[in-house]
């Protein structure tokens, strides 16, 4: 993977689009990464080696590595989530496709702005058709992530799109996410290239407000994975407004409303501080009023084969009873069973067995 890091990079763009004064923020909390971030560029590797290799995920099961001081192995868990992507890269290849991995788009980004760059993780362009096809692999389980108007991939599609340097009509952008559990793995979004004419402006506008002397500061959703959450004073500022609203026995809707919407980005916010905190008491720090307290141990069999000896000795039974798989563990079985191109067809079998039943207490969402 590249090891140039600009300061605009497309995999945060969606935040800096909306909120251009978190760059400098971010710049100044270091360039640490979380060891999910970590797990993910690890994953990535390995998809660009089978990629690159002709090789099937399962070839690096056991496999090892280290990412900014984290260590992983490849389990055949992680191995099944990079094979969905590489189904969805090779598998719609056709002669006289031409594609790329892991293209760099340092280069052809920085003529829209000197600040751009990124790196497409697959890239694919059809000459018959003048379709170009940019595939983003999203290793993480914990968020959604839309294909529908992605910064992100859109901004990888216009690097590519220069970076191929031939005539493109139509493009379409894809989302492999196959660890995130209730949503297809695999979703496309497809578009004419002349309709990234107005997010060229966008990006442009909003690159040179990063620069500004005060680059404005505006929370919302994509706050999650900024650096300068803890020390975000349009965050803090959200968070004072949620502990100043009072409500009496005449409730105003119209303050609730606003500090139900800046809840989610104060969680943020205070998870942050917790992060950072937590890093510094592990790292020896004393931090008044607080100390690390280990987690209860939980208690488990030193020697299996001994237990079930010990059992049979006994007359005792030390087998649990059998359960049924839910619903979405036996979908996941039949997509690993069921032939290639017949996955849809086997989920279809267990519908009539399924019920939708919606918990007691209705969830209260933003719209």
């Known amino acids: ?15 800096w689009l909306e909120c251009p004064g978190s760059i400098n923020l971010a710049i100044h909390r270091g360039d640490e990464t979380s060891v999910y971030a970590a797990e993910g560029t690890f ?19 056991g496999h090892t590595g280290e990412v900014e001081g984290h260590k992983f192995t490849c389990t055949q868990e992680m191995a099944d989530a990079i094979q969905v ?18 293209m760099p788009l340092l280069a052809p980004l920085q003529k829209i702005d000197p600040d751009l760059g990124g790196t497409a993780d697959w890239v694919r362009y059809r000459p ?72 060229i ?44 609203v009072e409500f009496g026995q005449v409730v105003d809707y119209t303050a609730l409303a606003k500090a139900l919407a800046a809840i989610p980005m104060v969680k943020e916010r205070i998870k942050a501080i917790e992060e950072i905190a937590y890093k510094e008491a592990t790292g020896g720090a004393a931090i008044p009023g607080f100390k690390l307290v280990k987690k209860r141990p939980s208690r488990q069999w030193s020697d299996v084969e001994a237990v079930k000896e010990w059992g049979k000795a006994n007359a005792v039974d030390v087998y649990a009873e059998p359960d049924l798989l839910s619903v979405t563990q036996l979908e996941k079985r039949l997509a690993e069973t069921a032939p290639k191109g ?15 039943v919606s918990p007691a207490r209705a969830s209260l969402r933003e719209h």
Not at 43 to 61: G, M, R, T, V, Y
Request: hydrophobic share 45%; proline share 4%.
């Open 1 to 15: 993977m590249s090891g140039i890091h600009a300061r605009l990079s497309a995999s945060s763009a969606h935040r």
């Open 43 to 61: 994953a990535h590797d390995i998809a660009a080696k089978c990629l690159e290799q002709n090789f099937p995920a399962l070839h690096f099961i």
């Open 85 to 102: 992507y590489l189904d969805a890269t090779l598998g719609e290849l056709e002669a006289g496709d031409e594609d790329w991995v892991e």
């Open 128 to 199: 018959a058709k003048k379709h170009l096809r940019v595939v983003d692999l999203k290793f993480g389980s914990g968020k959604y992530v839309e294909v529908d108007s992605n910064v992100q991939t859109r901004l990888y599609a216009l690097g590519a799109m220069l970076q191929v340097n031939r005539e493109v009509e139509e493009v379409e952008v894809v989302i492999v996410q196959p660890r995130f559990e209730g949503a297809k793995p695999v979703r496309s979004w497809t578009f004419k290239a002349h309709d990234l004419l107005d997010f």
């Open 201 to 244: 402006a966008d990006i442009q506008e909003a690159a040179a407000l990063s620069r500004s002397a005060n680059p404005p500061l505006k929370a919302g959703e994509w706050c999650g994975f900024c650096k300068a959450a803890s020390v975000c004073p349009e965050l803090k500022a959200k968070q004072d407004a949620i502990v100043a």
């Open 342 to 356: 017949k996955k849809k067809e086997a989920g279809k079998v267990r519908e009539p067995l399924v019920a939708k």
